[in-house]
């Protein structure tokens, strides 16, 4: 891969028909990043890391991946990187062998090579099943593990991660983000789309997509602080809130966000003072701590909150 970053995208644009997916997107990541993409189902980063991944074509706009443009169609980008999907992508009725040897295959690796990529890849996430076992007989964390082996298979530069940790146990998710920081140490650029807002915090940056657009992109520190520059406090009502207690909320002067949290409230102001003034006239008795912003108080606040 040539010098430079990773990824350099401007004015992205991708359109199927009269629909416009992705428009007009830019960013960069840095070779080494671990790259978060956040957004609600429909927002854009499938088909972003899709075509990024040398799948899709750009409609406008442009995209280079490690040094690399689209003016081939994309085949060489594909060389250069390895995407995982959300959905497990291995075959059930097949062994773990065999789906790696099919893979290999895709990919037109020689059988020695591809011979060693697998005991280094094994190394790196730990496999010791026989190559006979079936996949259909792995837990999923395992399954996903093995996945993000056979994307690998090809030595890729660039990983795509498109939510692989849907669906498997929090310690098996632990394990995964464990291999991505591996993964990463060796040198490797990863991009990582999830819905679990903890996996979000281990990026270096997140980029954060609306209807299409990016609307936010920064460290998960500096979204916070960007989102909500003043204090955040969480309510407990000891119950369901009052009806007339939200209320009142609501219409306070310079209330950024009120949102519910379980049982609780995540009210945030511009300052101490709007603060005060507004938690005056809650019940008595209604508990109260400042608590610091979670990236799932800035995705409630910049995409739902904006739907709303």
Sequence with gaps: MNGGPALEVSELTIKFGDFTAVDRVSFSVERGEIFGFLG???AGKTTTIRTLCGLLVPTSGSARVGGL???DGGKGIKSMVGYMSQKFTLYNDLTVGENLDFAAGLRKLTPDYAARRRRELFSLIAFDRPLSTMVASLPGGVKQELALAAAMLHDPAI??????????SPASRAR?????RKITALGKTVLVTTHYMDEAEQCGRIALMRTGRLIALDSPGGLKRAAFPGPMVELDFDGPAPADALAGLEKAPGLLELSPHGMRWHAAFPDAAAMEAALAGLPPGTGRREIPPS?????IRLVEGAER
Excluded at 176 to 180: D, K, P, Q, R, S
């Design 40 to 42: 609600a189902n429909g």
């Design 69 to 71: 443009d689209f003016s």
């Design 176 to 180: 995964f983000w464990e291999l991505i």
């Design 159 to 168: 990983v795509f991660l498109d939510e692989p940790t849907a669906g498997v």
């Design 295 to 299: 990236l799932e108080d800035v995705f």
